[in-house]
């Protein structure tokens, strides 16, 4: 599609003259100014940086009674298929986090790590850092396929998990842009020859363009047993089809995606389409032709639409699967009967397969701090200084120490504790599968309070639950701070999405395989509300549930009308 036949959005025409990402960025690093320009923030993100400004700040007062200057830092996101991380690279976030950030990690809900605080004076060296660790922040954001969620139980001798683990390290790097923007800006010395705009030369994006996407792409990897990454709110899902012990190839799913905004009824969440099957030998050009697909399809004139979802919404799957097939170069098969059975958290002491263990740590909302008698950061840096074991990131923001000799069990037992780190047994299912967002202070779309919130909501459902009996029913709560769904709100039993200061929507009905869409079942309810009024619907479904029936599939089959009956 032309350019011709469509009115491009502002942002396209910048991407399209940037020089392939380049933009301004390079000169305004070398001014004093503490933010960047609107134009230079857009193109920053496809970078791994947004920027930001602390919203505690805008509401305080100078001495003299006017109103505090803005306090503009940027977030900067690591991208880490699948969750990968070695003690080194680890540690080197958590110096990076003292030294030049806010004094926080965070752990995403995509396995990524964000720093939050970052001066713009102190960018280039964060994001050359990172790199030092053979870690990178290049297409952690943007227009371009993101971080590549996989499941990350480090089960060896595993074949499935070990190919599932390869291929979203293969699919990174096919999907990486191809533009030396990064390199040039970031990775140069201290003269920065390589940014100058008179020496661009630019190289061929294969697979994105000269506009690169409409808008970001997200992809995912799982196994039926195990969707812990929700593959069905990706724009690209793979299922792996396990059969005797190995993968014979991937169920590829399409459109899922989580945003909406309320306002606009043209906007919605949505579940991904089971597309085709593709054999481990097909599956990448497949993504591909998928991705090539939206690139030339997908709305460039307005960017609330822009997302994978719309295109197939819009088409529908079977004019888009002819489609991908043409870009493809050949049929795609039905989806094989494969599908998600079930879902883990990977918390607590587990057999690795080799002998050795692995442990899951619960990092509540992804938040790696000390505060109080919860020291996270210190007794992680202890950890991993003493033992120096690889790590996994996962999508439920926790943590995975990997590789574990039995005989140093009691003894990182004990560093937990002594850190304040409660063990598996000691959490509840509740605690274990809540998410949220930033939200405030930093990010700048947020309505309310998500991260800092969730937590005492948590104490609060926690009483309700045992009130009921219901502490070791598996019940998934996730929160945002705005409609946009970054904690993939709109999918688990239930989904908290801010929508006014102090505020939310409540939805039920999903469960926490990921595998269907919630309802709202209230709008607008005060944050200290959220658990009594979620607690008669605790009691119904304590009284009324059938034999095994989850708390998201009991508010699934009543329904919305009647669960607000039999609560009334």
Not at 337 to 364: A, M, R, Y
Request: some cysteine; proline content about 5%; glycine content about 10%.
């Amino acid at each position: 599609m032309s350019s011709a036949e469509v009115k491009l959005s502002k942002l396209e025409t910048l991407k399209e003259g940037s020089h392939q990402l380049r933009g301004s960025i390079p000169d305004e690093l070398l001014n004093d100014e503490p933010t960047f320009s609107a134009d230079a923030a857009q193109l920053l993100k496809h970078h791994g940086s947004y920027m930001q400004d602390d919203r505690d700040v805008r509401k305080q007062k100078n001495e003299d009674g006017t109103k505090k200057a803005k306090a503009f830092s940027c977030m900067v996101r690591t991208r880490i298929p699948g969750g990968r991380v070695t003690a080194a690279q680890f540690l080197a976030e958590l110096d990076l986090c003292e030294k030049l950030a806010n004094g926080t990690v965070r752990i995403t809900t995509r396995q990524g790590f964000q720093l939050h605080g970052v001066l713009k004076g102190n960018l280039k060296e964060t994001i050359a850092t990172i790199n030092e660790t053979k870690l990178t922040t290049f297409a952690a954001c943007g227009d371009v396929n993101r971080n590549v969620m996989c499941c990350p139980a480090p089960y060896r001798n595993n074949p499935v998990h070990d190919q599932m683990q390869e291929l979203s390290q293969e699919l990174a790097d096919h999907f990486k842009p191809k533009s030396t923007s990064y390199f040039d800006i970031w990775l140069t010395d201290e003269n920065g020859e390589k940014t100058s705009a008179t020496d661009f030369a630019p190289v061929e994006e294969p697979i994105y363009g000269e506009r690169y996407l409409p808008r970001k792409f997200k992809m995912a990897i799982a196994e039926p047993a195990d969707n812990c990454v929700d593959v069905y709110t990706q724009d690209l899902g793979l299922l792996a089809v396990v059969e005797d012990g190995g993968i014979t190839g991937y169920n590829v799913l399409v459109g899922g995606g989580m945003g909406r905004t309320p306002s606009a009824e043209k906007t919605f969440p949505r579940i991904a389409d089971r597309l085709t099957f593709a054999t481990p030998e097909q599956v990448v050009a497949v993504a591909e032709a998928v991705v090539k697909v939206q690139r030339d399809f997908g709305n460039r004139e307005d960017r609330k639409r822009a997302r994978l979802k719309y295109l197939i919404h819009d088409w529908g799957l079977e004019k888009f699967k002819a489609k991908v097939e043409e870009y493809f170069g050949g049929p795609l098969p039905e989806p094989h009967p494969s599908d998600v059975t079930g879902v883990d958290d990977h918390i607590g002491w587990h057999e690795q397969g080799d002998g050795k263990l692995f442990l899951g740590i619960n990092i509540e909302n992804g938040r790696i701090k000390d505060e109080g008698e919860l020291r996270i950061k210190t007794g992680l840096r202890a950890i991993l200084g003493k033992f120096g074991m690889d790590t996994r990131l996962t999508a439920l923001q926790s943590v995975i120490l990997c590789d574990i000799d039995p005989a140093n069990k009691d003894e990182i037992d004990g560093l937990l504790a002594e850190h304040g780190m409660k063990s598996a047994e000691e959490l509840s299912l509740l605690r274990r599968y809540s998410i949220a967002c930033p939200a405030f202070p930093t990010c700048g779309l947020s309505i309310t309070e998500s991260e800092r919130a969730l937590p005492g909501i948590i104490d609060q459902l926690e009483v309700e639950a045992a009130r009921y009996g219901l502490e070791s029913q598996k019940i998934a709560v996730h929160m945002t701070g705005c409609p946009n769904g970054c904690a993939r709100p709109y999918t688990p039993d239930i989904g908290l999405v801010g929508k006014a200061v102090g505020k939310y929507t409540v939805f039920l009905g999903g469960n926490p395989e990921g595998t269907r869409l919630c309802y709202i079942y209230k709008d607008l309810v005060p944050g200290e509300e959220i658990a009594s009024t979620l607690s008669p619907v605790l009691g119904v479904y304590k009284a009324e549930r059938e034999e095994g029936e989850s708390f998201g599939d009991f508010c699934h089959r009543i329904g919305l009308e009647d669960l607000q009956a039999k609560v009334a």
